[in-house]
């Protein structure tokens, strides 16, 4: 069964990890409430600055950050547009103000996925 997934990659101030650890259990409660199939959230432990790329490259990661990978996955891409417009418009989340959030939004990079291989 092929799935559809949105991931994200995001820098997190060091000191706001747990904070954004917060944030992110309200917000996956939400997700999942309404229908998404999983919900992670992880921090970077075994990521290095590449050569020509890498995740804190991707986002530019400055000293006192750290990076997220974070990815929620959905039974199709229609689901996902359902349970995101869901999401969106619950006021839980429709109420943070972007300038208080525990990262910078602004060097996030997030995108939708359709899987092609699936154990």
Known sequence: MARYVDGFIVPIPSNNIEAYRKLARKAGKIW???GALEYV???ADDVKPGKLTSFPQS?????DET??????????????DAVNAKVMADPRLA????????FDGKRMIFGGFKSIVEF
Not at 67 to 80: L, M, N, P, Q
């Open 32 to 34: 999942m409430e309404y």
């Open 41 to 43: 959230e992880c921090v």
């Open 59 to 63: 986002v530019k990661q400055k000293a």
């Open 67 to 80: 990076v997220a990978f974070s990815w929620i996955i959905y039974k199709s891409r229609k689901h996902r």
């Open 95 to 102: 109420a943070m103000d972007p300038k208080t959030l525990p």
